[in-house]
């Protein structure tokens, strides 16, 4: 069974490692403020996830630590990135090659 796990947390840690990579990639190529969240906010959390079930097949002794950490990151992740997105929104930072603006429409004019 141990040699399972070993190959599993192997294969944790690669899969991470690529997540953790493409999102290093899309913040230096992607061109704007959204599109970058959008990369580092989904693949970063999934490559830190992935990492950290790595680290639980490994050491088993802290799996209630690991656990409650996977899951604020899998919570905490996607609303820091929606806040950030909200926060460049209103502050009206450009979007590059926008089509439309749902948001623009049923939103109200600010004072």
Request: glycine fraction near 10%; charged fraction near 15%.
């Amino acid at each position: 069974m141990q040699p399972i796990l070993e190959l599993i947390a192997i294969l944790a840690v690669i899969g991470g490692t690529a997540f953790s990579i493409t999102g290093v990639l899309g913040l230096v190529r992607l061109p704007d403020v959204y599109t970058r969240l959008h990369a580092t906010g989904k693949v970063g959390v999934f490559g830190v996830v992935l990492l950290l079930i790595a680290a639980l097949l490994l050491t088993p002794l802290g799996l209630g630590k690991g656990l409650v950490l996977i899951v604020l990151l899998l919570i905490g992740g996607p609303v820091t990135a929606h806040a950030l997105a909200s926060a460049a929104y209103r502050i009206r930072i450009p979007l590059k090659h926008a089509l439309r603006d749902d948001l623009a429409e049923t939103s109200e004019p600010e004072p």
